[in-house]
C-alpha cells in the first residue's frame, strides 16, 4: 500500500509541475475572476460562485476559442433568458406545470450536451433554467420574477464580456500559442536525443496528434487573423515536425539511438531541432548554420548503422523541409459532425439525461421540502458535475470531494483570520486573485487532477462571496459545503446504481477504430507524406485514449468492470496495434 501512495504521491507532483503555458493561462483567469468578483461587488450581481465557476469553463490556451465560447454562451443565455420570460408567465400560479417544463428543459439539455457538439454547455444552460424556476416557489409577483431572470442573464453574461474584453487586450494569439506548441515539440525532441527525457513522456506527446494544432490553425483561418502565406507555412511546420517526433520514435525503437557510436549523430539532431526551434518561435522558416549536412565521421557513422539509418534520413528530410519557403504541407480538415452518428439509437445518452435530471431534482425537492435553502449547491452541483461513464463519475467525484475540502478549508480559514484584516474590496480582491491562481494551476493541469482545480474554487466562492460581496456567516458557508458534498452523493448513487456505464465499449470502439486507420494507412502509397503523417497522428490519438480509459478502469464497480481474461485480451489488442503504429506508421 505504502508504494501505491507513493505512486500517487509521485504522479501528482509530476502532474502538478509548472510549465510555460500552465503559468500564462493561470494568472489569466486569476485576474479574470478577481475583476469579476470587483464588478459584482459593484453592481450588486447575485450568484457571483457561479459566474466564477463559468469563467474556468469557457478559459482556453488561445484567446479565439476563449471567444467563440464565451459568445456562444451569451448568445443561448439571451435565448435560454427569452423563453424563461414566456415560461414565467405560463407557470408562475403552477408549481406543477412548473416542475414539468423543469423536468423536460433538463432531460433535452443534459442529452444534447451529451450526444451532440453542445457538450458542458448543455449543463450550464440546464443549471441557469432549473435554478430561475426553482426560486419561483418564492416568489408571487411576476415583475419579480422577469427581474430575477434578467439577473441570471446578467450572471451569464457578465463574466463572457470580461473573457472577451481581457482576451482582446492580453489574450493569447492562437498564432502564438501555436508557434509556440511547435517550438515546444522540437524542444522535447531535443530532450530525448539528450536523453533528458524518457521515452514514455515522449509517446504521450505523440499521442497527442495534431489535433490542437489543426483547431488552431482553422482558428487562424476562420477569422483571418494571419497572412495565408503564414497559415499556409503553419500547416507545413506542424505536419513536418509530427512527422520527425514518428520518425524520431523509430530510431528509438531500431535501438541505434542508445548505441555509443551513435552519441555524435544524436547530438547533431538534438542541435539542429534547438536551431529550429529557435527560428519557428519567431514565425519564421528554420534555418541551418553552417547548412544541414553530416561531416565524413557523421556519414561513416550512419553507414554502420544499416537499414536502421533509415529513421535518421527521414528525420533530416523533415529537418529539411522545416526550411522550405514554398511549396508548402497542406493539412486535410477534419470534419466532426454536430451530432453523435447514433444521437437516436444509443440507450446511453437517455439514460444519462435521465440520471442527471434525476439527481438535480431530487435535490431540488429534498432542500424544498426541508426548507434548507441554504443548500441549494447540491441541485448546481448535479449539473456542473454531470459525466458519462461509472469510472468517469467516480474518478471525478474523489477528485470533486478532495477539492471541495480544500476550497471549504481556504474558505474558513480566510473567514476566521484573514476577513478582519481585509478593510476595502482591494484586499478581498488579491485573496480572491490568490485562491483562483492556485485553483487555475490545478485546474490547467492533466485531466488527472484538473477537476480538482476547479472544485477547490467553486467551494471557496460559495463560502466567501455571498450575495453582492464577502460574508462572515459560518452558517451559510457550512450550508453551501453542505449541498456540495449532498449534490455529489446524489450523483454517485444514480451514476453508479442506475443504468451504470462501463469503459469497455468505449475501449473497443477506440481499439476498433485505430485499427482502421492502420489498414488505411497500410494502403497509403508511401509519396502521400502528409497523408501518411495526418493518419498517422489519426491512430496515435485513439490509441492514446483507448490507454487512458483502460486506465480508468481502475474507478469502476466490479459489476461492470471486465473480467481479467477479458482485460488481458485488451491489453494484448492495444500493445499489437501499438507495436504496428510504430512498425508502419513512418514514411521512409
Not at 434548507?372 to 474523489?398: P, R
Not at 486506465?551 to 471486465?562: D, G, K, N, S
Request: charged share 15%; hydrophobic share 50%.
Amino acid at each position: 500500500m505504502s508504494s501505491l501512495w507513493r505512486t500517487i504521491f509521485s504522479q501528482v507532483k509530476e502532474d502538478l509541475k509548472p510549465t510555460a503555458e500552465r503559468i500564462d493561462l493561470s494568472w489569466r483567469i486569476a485576474l479574470i475572476c478577481a475583476v469579476m468578483v470587483a464588478v459584482a461587488m459593484i453592481y450588486e450581481i447575485p450568484f457571483v460562485a457561479v459566474s466564477l465557476f463559468v469563467i474556468f469553463y469557457v478559459m482556453r490556451s488561445d484567446s479565439a476559442e476563449s471567444n467563440v465560447l464565451a459568445i456562444a454562451l451569451i448568445i443561448l443565455a439571451s435565448v435560454v433568458v427569452l423563453l424563461l420570460l414566456a415560461i414565467i408567465q405560463l407557470t408562475l400560479p403552477s408549481p406543477a406545470m412548473r416542475l414539468g417544463v423543469l423536468l423536460v428543459t433538463s432531460y433535452f439539455l443534459l442529452f444534447f450536451g451529451v450526444s451532440t457538439q453542445l457538450g458542458p454547455l448543455g449543463g450550464i444552460i440546464a443549471l441557469v433554467i432549473t435554478f430561475v424556476l426553482s426560486i419561483l416557489n418564492y416568489v408571487e409577483v411576476p415583475e419579480i420574477a422577469t427581474r430575477g431572470t434578467l439577473y441570471a442573464w446578467l450572471m451569464a453574461a457578465t463574466p463572457m464580456a470580461i473573457v472577451i474584453l481581457a482576451n482582446w487586450f492580453w489574450g493569447r494569439r492562437p498564432k502564438n500559442v501555436l508557434l509556440f506548441e511547435l517550438k515546444e515539440r522540437l524542444l522535447s525532441c531535443e530532450s530525448l536525443l539528450l536523453g533528458q527525457v524518457h521515452i514514455s513522456a515522449f509517446r504521450t506527446l505523440v499521442g497527442e496528434g495534431m489535433e490542437a494544432q489543426q483547431k488552431r490553425i482553422g482558428w487562424l483561418k476562420a477569422f483571418r487573423l494571419a497572412p495565408k502565406h503564414q497559415i499556409g507555412w503553419a500547416e507545413h511546420g506542424t505536419l513536418n515536425i509530427y512527422r520527425f517526433m514518428l520518425a524520431l520514435l523509430a530510431w528509438e525503437r531500431s535501438g541505434a539511438m542508445h548505441e555509443p557510436k551513435a552519441k555524435a549523430l544524436n547530438e547533431w539532431l538534438a542541435a539542429a531541432c534547438h536551431q529550429a526551434a529557435t527560428f519557428i518561435a519567431q514565425g519564421k522558416a528554420a534555418q541551418f548554420e553552417p547548412g544541414l549536412e553530416l561531416d565524413a565521421g557523421q556519414e561513416r557513422l550512419l553507414a554502420s548503422l544499416g537499414a536502421r539509418k533509415q529513421a535518421f534520413q527521414e528525420m533530416v528530410l523533415a529537418l529539411h523541409a522545416l526550411s522550405k519557403t514554398d511549396d508548402f504541407s497542406k493539412l486535410s480538415p477534419e470534419k466532426t459532425p454536430f451530432a453523435q452518428p447514433d444521437i437516436w439509437r444509443n440507450p446511453v445518452y437517455k439514460h444519462h439525461a435521465i440520471k442527471g435530471t434525476a439527481a438535480a431534482t431530487i435535490c431540488y425537492m429534498f432542500y424544498s421540502i426541508v426548507d434548507w435553502q441554504g443548500i441549494h449547491t447540491a441541485m448546481i452541483t448535479c449539473y456542473v458535475a454531470s459525466l458519462g461513464t461509472t469510472a468517469d463519475t467516480l474518478h471525478k467525484l474523489t477528485l470533486r470531494i478532495i477539492g471541495c475540502l480544500i476550497g471549504a478549508a481556504l474558505g474558513v480559514l480566510t473567514l476566521l483570520f484573514l476577513m478582519v484584516h481585509l478593510n476595502d474590496v482591494g484586499s478581498v480582491l488579491v485573496v480572491v486573485f490568490l485562491v483562483s491562481l492556485l485553483s487555475a494551476w490545478v485546474f490547467t493541469g492533466p485531466e488527472r487532477v484538473s477537476y480538482a482545480g476547479i472544485q477547490i474554487a467553486f467551494a471557496f466562492y460559495l463560502v466567501l462571496l455571498h450575495q453582492y460581496g464577502p460574508s462572515f456567516d459560518f452558517n451559510a458557508a457550512w450550508d453551501r459545503i453542505v449541498g456540495v458534498l449532498v449534490g455529489n452523493m446524489m450523483m454517485y448513487v444514480f451514476f453508479t446504481r442506475l443504468w451504470p456505464v462501463g469503459m469497455q465499449p468505449s475501449v473497443e470502439s477506440d481499439l476498433k477504430q485505430a485499427q482502421q486507420l492502420l489498414k488505411k494507412l497500410q494502403q497509403l502509397p508511401f509519396s502521400d507524406r502528409d497523408g501518411r503523417v495526418q493518419t498517422a497522428a489519426a491512430v496515435a490519438v485513439k490509441l492514446d485514449a483507448a490507454h487512458t480509459a483502460m486506465q480508468m478502469m481502475l474507478f469502476e464497480l466490479r459489476t461492470i468492470r471486465p473480467s481479467p481474461e477479458v482485460k488481458r485480451q485488451l491489453d494484448r489488442q492495444l500493445a499489437d496495434l501499438r507495436d504496428a503504429f510504430e512498425r508502419h506508421s513512418f514514411v521512409f
